[in-house]
């Protein structure tokens, strides 16, 4: 599955992960600076084959400031233990969005806009180039629109999209399959299943 090159739109800005992580957490100016959360990056190994982009930073990550740490982070490491993926070393882990959006009453947390996930795109961008993995995986509909513009994970979800020399899929974000615990064929539990075991065939062809 081809997909235009949203890339080519965001030239490289930072030439080491250091730099970029260093502005970020101390980035002031941003479209969510006045939301009183803080900024929250990455984990993982940078030198891993497999880079998974998440959404947004949740309460639990808003604290610690670790993406995927919260329900949805200890459901990500089930789907990689699974199949033998360490996440401390196989994969590295960002956001597409990293402050957590703060609901009305400004203690929940709502879903990212356009806009915000428009504005953090270019920090992301250079993320995805410095780690230079050959795998990238995108969890829902955020991270989709981040980083191809479109969004439909049902639809998008187990294909893989070639671009700029990377193999990208789109899978569902881990906080769906926890509102939707069923593991009967053709549920997203099931086919998460199948999506992670391909997955991790496509990066043993790598090693």
């Known amino acids: 599955m081809s997909q235009p090159d949203l890339f080519a739109q965001y030239p490289q ?4 992960l250091d730099s ?22 990455s984990r993982g190994n940078p030198k891993a084959k497999i880079l998974l982009v998440g959404e947004a930073p949740g309460p639990q990550e808003n604290i610690e400031g670790i993406p995927f740490i ?3 982070g200890k459901m990500l490491e089930k789907i990689f233990e699974a199949v033998n993926f360490n996440s ?3 994969i590295y882990i960002t956001n597409s969005v990293f402050r957590m959006p703060p609901g009305k009453d400004g203690k929940n947390f709502r879903k990212p806009t356009s806009k915000e996930i428009a504005h953090y795109r270019p920090y992301l961008f250079d993320i995805i180039r410095l780690i230079n993995a050959p795998i990238v995986l995108l969890t829902g509909n955020v991270a989709c629109e981040a980083v191809l513009g479109i969004t439909g994970i049902t639809r998008l979800r187990g ?4 671009l700029e020399g990377r193999s990208i899929m789109p899978l569902f974000h881990p906080s769906y399959l926890l509102r939707n615990p069923s593991k009967k064929a053709g549920a997203p539990k099931s ?3 199948e999506d992670i075991r391909e997955v991790r ?3 043993e062809n790598l090693t």
């Open 159 to 162: 294909k893989w999209i070639e």
């Open 13 to 16: 800005q930072y030439d080491s």
């Open 70 to 72: 919260g329900r949805a």
């Open 191 to 193: 086919l998460m299943w």
């Open 88 to 90: 401390n070393e196989d």
């Open 201 to 203: 065939r496509r990066w």
């Open 20 to 41: 970029i992580i260093e502005h970020m957490l101390n980035m002031d100016g941003d479209v969510l600076a006045n939301a009183g959360t803080r900024v929250v990056i």
